[in-house]
């Protein structure tokens, strides 16, 4: 199993920046991609970034684009998500997954961090 540990989050106002880390241990070999979803109350959880391993390819959601980046430490088996320019919209709590396999669909992650909450004030 991959244990995903997400820290980074918390409270700006709009415009602001935070970035958030992810860490994971355990059978790490299984995280080809990591990625980074959010939910926001009351809707479904949403795919935001991900990058596989050696940083070869990495896929934003249109909200997100030219605003986010998503990095990877593969030494350090740790993802980043560095979030810019940040909207109200933005507010959410920021899950961190990985996958042997590239996907946009959460159910296609089998592994899972416990959440960041990120809140964006206008």
């Known amino acids: 199993q991959v244990q995903l540990v997400e820290s980074g989050g918390g409270s700006v106002q709009a415009g602001g920046s935070l970035r958030l880390s992810c860490v994971a241990s355990g059978r790490v070999f299984n995280t080809f991609v990591m990625a980074w979803f959010r939910q926001a109350p009351g809707k479904e959880r949403e795919f935001v970034a991900m990058i596989t391993r050696g940083d070869t390819y990495t896929h934003y959601a249109d909200s997100v684009k030219g605003r986010f980046t998503i990095s990877r430490d593969s030494y350090e088996n740790t993802a980043y998500l560095q979030m810019n320019s940040l909207r109200a919209e933005d507010t959410a709590v920021y899950y961190c997954?990985?996958?042997?396999?590239?996907?946009?669909?959460?159910?296609?992650?089998?592994?899972w961090g416990r959440g960041s909450q990120v809140t964006v004030s206008s």
């Open positions: 997954a990985a996958n042997s396999a590239i996907s946009t669909a959460a159910g296609e992650y089998d592994a």
